[in-house]
């Protein structure tokens, strides 16, 4: 099965999404874009991404991350619910592991969602990661950007919190949520050194149950502590980030009421102006755009290497060298050689 | 590169309980699909705007109550309002014979019993995308 696009048809979703009215219309060609990056990946996604971009920047970026089950999708329905109180308009993007073995995906965050359903400014697409090591890579940085340059006011992204998936949320978010509710055993052990570091605030979930206090009472002792250590996870490179001065506030929330939900309200705007007020903000959208130019470098580069290899006629001097064991000739050594070739010609 | 199929299973009206739309949901799943789950209790334009926002290839409707005479063709209506031409809409639940060429003519391609293998909607959808 082909995926079916022509450029004509990618230029007509950008224009619908451009438009300044909200339409159906334009709802459907946003979901459209999304498909195809989804299903294109970066060689569909530079020819959208080049045209939107000059139209983003405006939306705020709340992530979302904490292990199955503590209520992430519902606690989402709740603040897209006080944002669309105000009046803003607000697209959520789902993200659910595929599995590996099928590599089929069921996906069961609208479910929670029920309720803004039809509401004309709410958007909402669940995504399947596709067995990306991140959990929420690439397309979902492309996503976001069309998301934006479709005006939403805020985004928020709900990813699982497994593996690297938190880390990857960190890179494309304002303000990182993490929920970690009572009663999911000794998981507050398992809050692993990562993730201390990228979050912003911690949400105790489902206060309702038995622990939350404790809950709150074990994280405020972490923080404690963590005030204390230095930094030296250079993965998330958090020293480059990290908010000195923000110390992650922990809010108890009941996501099926809604208690407390605007508290945390309260919190994200808090943050949002701690990062404008003491230019975090500019650190963070640095750090942003990094990992995105290297993802996006990496797959060119590996096109481009590939390409290369294969047919460059040059390079089967190397071989050459290689398979008459010539001095100093081994496939590492010739592949370094080839290396400074490439940093010769386009970095130096 | 296989494209990922990507289908919305719903269940529209006052059913009080999803235990086959779910095995359904999850079937398909382990056949390979990307599965979206919605809950009970959809209104026609709740699934509709599922539609818009998921872009699904396929639309699988599971009733039980009886209550497909109405609501099938009323979200075929929609749909086809909304300019959603080319989503294959399925229907599944109990669903008496007699009613099916009903739901045919207003736009649902094929309707599934009780006892339906996961495998045959499967295969039923890979040879009948609409793009
Ligand atoms: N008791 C209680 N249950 C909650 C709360 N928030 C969510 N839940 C329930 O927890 C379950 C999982 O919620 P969901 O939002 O799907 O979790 P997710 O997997 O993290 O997205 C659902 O049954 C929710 O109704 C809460 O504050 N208290
Ligand atoms: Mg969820």
Partial sequence: MQMQYSDDLIQSYIDLIKQKEDSVKKKRALARLITLIENGGPEIAQKIIPQIYNLTGHAKIIGITGAPGSGKSTLTSQIADHYLEQGLKVSVIAVDPTSPFSGGALLGDRIRMKKNFTNPRFFIRSMANRGQLGGLAMATKDVIHVLDAYHSDIIIIETVGVGQSEIDIFKSAHTTLVITPPGLGDEIQAIKAGLMEITDIFVVNKMDRDGADKRVAELQTMLDFAENIEIKNDQTQAKVVRCDGWRPPVIKTNGVTGENVPLLLENIKKHQEFLNQTGFIKKRLQFRYKHYIVEILKYFLVKNVEEIVFTNEKINEFIEKILSHEQGADPYSISGAIMEIFRDRYFS | ?131
């Fill in chain 2, 1 to 131: 590169m296989e494209r990922k199929i990507r289908l919305i299973v719903a269940k529209p009206g006052l059913d009080g309980h999803d235990r086959g739309a779910k095995v359904i949901a999850r079937g398909l799943r382990d056949a390979g699909f990307e599965v979206i789950y919605t809950g009970l209790h959809q209104t026609p334009d709740d699934i509709v705007q599922s539609v818009i926002q998921e872009d699904p290839d396929a639309l699988l409707l599971s009733i039980l109550s009886g209550a497909h005479p109405v609501l099938f063709p009323e979200i075929t209506k929609k749909l086809h309002e909304n300019g959603v031409d080319d989503v294959l809409v399925l229907g599944g639940g109990i669903i008496p014979e007699e009613d099916v060429p009903a739901l045919k003519e207003a736009g649902v391609s094929e309707v599934f019993g009780p006892g339906t293998k996961i495998q045959e909607i499967a295969d039923y959808i890979r040879a009948n995308l609409k793009r």
